[in-house]
């Protein structure tokens, strides 16, 4: 069964903390992606990768950065929380190819940050 | 840029009745179309998608969407609720000729009454 999993569910940090927030897939998927989640925003692309060490900004990287070390694992990295970050982050990773724009994205359960 | 709109935030509806969950798209030459379902307190899970050929499309939990391309719609129908439905529903579109990112609408929150 496709699993992605995120590090925490539930997490609050304090402004200016250095944040990590990271997703496993289990399904040797090359694409992974970050987005978050506000009410009445739908979801929207923070960053996603292609593949090992690629990266890509999305629709709204400005205030994060992210890591792709090994295949599997997508880190999301706030470097200094603010308090309009308090949301919520999902995870997604999807299949390679051509067809790779018309394949699911299959999704983590989502951690909820909240920055105080 | 592609863009996607939901047309209503939150649908309440009576157990068993039919529903309807609107999706307009900008236009664009090519498309893959999808919504996708969030339970509470959960992550998305696909519920159908359009790719090409017939624009019926069926999906799990008894939830069909119809393309229409001259409207630019994609609208998600299903004749006869439950309560276990109640859920937030995103329509998203793939544009190949952006990567294939997925653009996603605001979201309908359905919430079925008994």
């Known amino acids: 069964d496709v699993k992605v999993t995120q590090s925490s569910r539930y997490l609050v940090k304090r402004t200016g903390e250095k944040v990590f927030l990271e997703c496993v897939q289990d399904m040797d998927h090359e694409n992974m992606f970050w987005y978050r989640q506000d009410p009445g925003l739908g979801l929207r692309l923070i960053y996603f990768s292609y593949d090992v060490k690629m990266k890509e900004k999305g629709d709204i990287p400005e205030g994060y950065s992210v890591s792709r070390e090994k295949k599997e694992r997508f880190s999301l990295i706030l470097e200094s929380a603010s308090t309009n970050q308090t949301s919520m982050y999902l995870c997604?990773?999807?299949?390679?190819?051509?067809?790779?724009?018309?394949?699911?994205?299959?999704f983590g359960p989502g951690t909820r940050l909240t920055v105080l | 840029a592609q863009s996607v709109t939901q047309l209503d935030s939150q649908v309440p509806v009576f157990e068993e009745a039919p529903v309807e969950l609107r999706c307009n798209y900008s236009?664009?030459?090519?498309?893959?179309l999808f919504w996708y379902v969030q339970y509470p307190n959960q992550g998305l899970q696909l519920l159908l998608k359009?790719?090409?050929?017939?624009?019926l499309v069926k999906g799990i939990n008894g939830f069909e969407a119809e393309f229409n391309k001259s409207q630019t719609s994609f609208h998600l129908r299903k004749p006869s609720v439950h309560i276990s439905d109640t859920a937030e529903y995103f329509c998203a579109v793939s544009d190949y000729n952006q990567g294939g990112k997925l653009i996603f609408g605001q979201g309908t929150e359905l919430s079925v009454k008994p």
């Open positions: 997604a990773s999807r299949p390679p190819g051509l067809a790779g724009s018309a394949d699911t994205q299959y």
């Open positions: 236009s664009s030459v090519s498309v893959y």
């Open positions: 359009y790719l090409s050929g017939s624009t």
